[in-house]
């Protein structure tokens, strides 16, 4: 929503140099920009233009829904949208088999806690709140791009099983009583972490590495938002257990 304020913090490096530089080089991703914010967009389209990536922009929720049929690599995802609005998108883009892997960040200015479990919940593989700096988005979308990346586990149909929980690595599919649940990349692989080892406490820090990658800038409490929405979808089964002034384990 066009509220008039600035949300990039480190606007300063948004201004092109007037001095010859060499052609730029792409790295193949495509990224696309669904914000109407229009200072926003433009600082956002320079610095991903500079970095190598193929930008997209959607003004409003129906052009971005549009676009994404065209399955961008990553999608940087604004809540407040005229017409359709963020949450629907979002909802939208992970009910349609087509566009339902497409990582997905969202962008707001809605910053509490009860918003980013919503995002999350729906799917988002990430949520930055505004205002916030341009360099660290770039190192936000880096890590989701390494994470979607990671190749699928070598030793086909390799289990991971504890009590009636599976997870099944070549397949990239996770159960509880046969029931299949439907994770985001970021649950499936706190998942898959947390079920490797029962009865281990896991600091928050390893948890972040395993699920969003080292080296990424991540809130601690990100992780407990993406821990919150994964023990809702285990339901009667969640056996994660919360390890004061630590992280968390699952139970043995």
Avoid: W
Avoid at 50 to 66: C, S, T
Avoid at 80 to 104: D, F, Y
Avoid at 169 to 186: G, K, S
Avoid at 197 to 226: C, K, N, W, Y
Wanted: with cysteine.
């Amino acid at each position: 929503m066009n509220t008039g304020v600035n949300f990039v913090k480190d606007v300063k490096k948004q201004k092109p140099s007037t001095s010859v530089t060499a052609p730029k080089v792409r790295n193949g991703i495509k990224v696309l920009v669904i914000e109407d914010e229009k200072a926003l967009v433009d600082a956002l389209v320079y610095n991903l233009d500079r970095d190598g990536y193929e930008v997209m922009v959607a003004h409003d929720g129906q052009d971005g829904l549009r676009k994404a049929q065209e399955i961008p690599d990553i999608i940087l995802l604004d809540i407040m949208l005229p017409g359709i609005n963020g949450v629907e998108i979002l909802r939208e883009l992970r009910s349609n088999e087509k566009t339902k892997a497409i990582p997905v960040i969202v962008v707001s200015a809605k910053s509490e806690e009860t918003d980013q479990v919503v995002g999350f919940s729906l799917g988002a593989d990430d949520y930055v709140t505004k205002p916030f700096s341009v360099k660290v988005l770039l190192q936000r979308i880096k890590a989701l791009q390494r994470r979607s990346e990671l190749p699928v586990e070598e030793v086909a149909g390799e289990l991971i099983v504890h009590k009636q929980v599976k997870v099944d690595m070549a397949r990239h599919r996770a159960f509880v009583q046969e029931e299949e649940l439907d994770l985001t990349p970021t649950e499936f692989r706190l998942l898959e972490c947390l079920l490797r080892s029962p009865g281990r406490a896991f600091s928050r820090q390893h948890l972040m590495d395993s699920a969003i990658g080292e080296g990424a800038i991540v809130l601690e409490r990100t992780i407990d938002v993406h821990i919150k929405t994964l023990r809702k979808k285990l339901g009667s089964m969640d056996m994660i257990e919360t390890v004061r002034g630590l992280g968390y384990r699952f139970k043995e």
